[in-house]
């Protein structure tokens, strides 16, 4: 089981060996894995600090998502989209 409380897109890259991600549910978090583990584990903590921070500068934080989902997508190809 993936323990994440906001949903997830991991998006591939044009190099096998570098993905991105970010979270729809939480604005600003994004990062950058070398796998999709990589970006799995990277976010579990990822989402944990930024909530952190946000409420360390009294922004607003997002309720939890009751069901969140992970997407992995390919790149979009250039001049696409």
Sequence with gaps: MI??????????TEDPAFFTFYSPDLEGF??????????????KWGMEEHIASL???RLPVTKSN????????????????
């Excluded at 994004?30 to 976010?43: I, M, P, Q």
């Excluded at 009751?66 to 989209?81: D, E, R």
Aim: glycine fraction near 10%; proline fraction near 7%; aromatic fraction near 4%.
């Design 55 to 57: 409420k360390e500068r």
């Design 3 to 12: 323990d994440l409380r906001y949903s997830l897109v991991i998006e591939a």
């Design 30 to 43: 994004t990062g950058v894995g070398n796998s999709v583990e990589d970006c799995l584990y990277k976010a």
């Design 66 to 81: 009751p069901n969140p989902t992970i997407t992995i997508k390919n790149a979009t190809p250039a001049g696409v989209g």
